[in-house]
Nanobody
Framework: QVQVVESGGGLVQPGGSLRLSCAASGSIIRINTVAWFRQAPGKQRELVARISSGDTTNYSDSVKGRFTISGDNTKKTTYLQMNNLKPEDTAVYYC?????????????WGQGTLVTVSS
């Protein structure tokens, strides 16, 4: 049983910054990948950023140069640093963890944290 909890969302002005946190706990042997997704009302959930256990990162074109994903050695704590936020970044942000359990690879989602970018 694994739990994933996001935090750090809130209201911020355009051009401002926020740092989201993702905390994973439970029966995790090794985290392979952590990813941040976001979903705005009426839109599909989209991949924002991801980081592998080897610290390889990937970003969507819309956030490249503005967002940075990072984590500790275990990736049980992962951060999404969001700079120069734009109104179009407004969405519920979800943390996704792909990990090795006791016997096989599994995944888990957080409950989401709302980011609102508005003047």
């Amino acid at each position: 049983q694994v739990q994933v909890v996001e935090s750090g969302g809130g209201l911020v002005q355009p051009g401002g910054s926020l740092r989201l946190s993702c905390a994973a706990s439970g029966s995790i042997i090794r985290i392979n990948t952590v990813a941040w997704f976001r979903q705005a009302p009426g839109k599909q959930r989209e991949l924002v950023a991801r980081i592998s256990s080897g610290d390889t990162t990937n970003y969507s074109d819309s956030v490249k140069g503005r967002f940075t994903i990072s984590g500790d050695n275990t990736k049980k704590t992962t951060y999404l640093q969001m700079n120069n936020l734009k109104p179009e970044d407004t969405a519920v942000y979800y943390c996704y963890v792909y990990y090795n359990g006791d016997a096989r690879a599994l995944d888990a989602w957080g409950q989401g944290t709302l980011v609102t970018v508005s003047s």
